[in-house]
């Protein structure tokens, strides 16, 4: 079977390090933060061999042979089409056990057929509630998984790919070419402005905006081979809410009144996520929260969340049989006057 000639394929073992300056750091902060729940999280974050992947599969390239193997293996659906907003187009196949596939080689010409993603990636996504026609911004747009997801979602009629590093601006062009036919391809606008300028150069432009922000990626900050560069990044940390909180009124800015924003990180840290928002919301006269609960009570099958204090703000936390996360999730709204 299809399947089982792909795992042949990817069998590599993981050989990584975890960073014990990192793993310090962490213990300290989340041990705090999360209570008892840190110790679930962080075995679950210090061994690769329990994580998981989704596959998210592509409606324009669709894989028929390969989801009559996903079914046959034990794959199920995420979500299981109980969300409120859940397109019929979105198919996302998840298992309760660790099973790796291998991502697809890019080839000039060819569409991949899917795309292999921590699941909770799509909360951010779907929270968005994409419709056809939208004008929509991924404000921090690679390495492009977001963006693909999306378009699983809906035809929208402008979709603004922004990127600011370059390097990470050719992944995300390259994952757009290698998911997305050409004429849709030629539709979406790709730029690599810095993200806190976009609100002054597109003024009340989008209906929907996504800010999946820089941030502490706990997990690949766990296992940082330079320990010395570790030592930087922790050092550099607490400038993130700024830049985080910089991304997000140039978001606001750039969001037409009555618009929706949802803002995103893969980090457990308070400070990049609830503190954030908080802040934004106590500051922008003009931005509400949405309520959000509704989408955990409804993914609790297959997410685990921490507690959050926000009506607005969702944190999946990974746990075994659900190594989902981190994934921060907030929905906001621009009102119509200040």
């Known amino acids: 079977m299809m399947l089982s000639r792909l795992k042949a394929k990817s069998e590599r073992k993981l050989a990584k390090q975890i960073c014990k300056v990192v793993l310090d ?11 008892d729940a840190w110790s679930t999280v962080r075995d679950i974050l210090t061994s690769p061999s329990c994580w998981q992947h989704a596959v998210l599969l592509n409606r324009f390239n669709y894989p028929f042979e390969l989801e009559k193997d996903l079914h046959f293996k034990g794959y199920h659906t995420l979500f299981q089409g109980s969300l409120p907003y859940y397109p019929k187009s979105v198919k996302c196949y998840l298992s309760r056990i660790p099973h790796r596939m291998p991502s697809e080689r890019h080839q000039i010409g060819s569409l991949k057929k899917y795309y292999l993603l921590n699941a909770a990636s799509l909360l951010p996504v779907l929270a968005l509630e994409l419709r056809d026609g939208e004008k929509v911004l991924d404000l921090c747009a ?72 820089p941030c502490s990626n706990d997990r690949s900050w766990l296992f940082s081979s ?18 985080q909180k910089e991304l997000l009124r140039s978001a606001i800015k750039a969001l037409r009144p009555g ?14 996520n609830q503190d954030v928002v908080s802040d934004i919301l106590k500051s922008c006269s003009n931005i509400m929260p949405v309520d959000i ?7 609790s099958q297959d997410f685990t969340f921490a507690p959050t204090g926000q009506e607005c703000g969702l944190l999946v936390i ?21």
């Open 25 to 35: 750091h962490f213990e300290k902060q989340y041990s705090k933060e999360l209570g």
């Open 142 to 213: 690679a390495p492009g998984g977001k963006s693909v997801a999306l378009l699983q979602c809906a035809y929208p009629g402008y979709l603004h790919c922004n990127e600011y590093d370059s390097l990470r601006l050719r992944w995300l062009r390259q994952t757009l070419e290698s998911f997305i036919p050409q004429p849709l391809v030629n539709a979406i606008k790709v730029s690599e402005l810095d993200g806190r300028e976009m609100g002054d150069a597109h003024p009340e432009t989008f209906d929907k905006v996504l800010v999946d922000a």
């Open 226 to 243: 330079d320990s010395q560069k570790a030592a930087s990044r922790i050092s550099q940390r607490r400038k993130l809410p700024v830049l």
């Open 259 to 272: 618009g929706l924003l949802v803002y995103s990180t893969c980090t457990l840290s308070k400070a990049e």
């Open 293 to 299: 609960k509704e989408m955990a009570r409804t993914c």
């Open 318 to 338: 990974p746990e075994k049989g659900k190594a989902w996360g981190p994934m921060y999730v907030a929905k906001l709204k621009k009102s119509w006057t200040v």
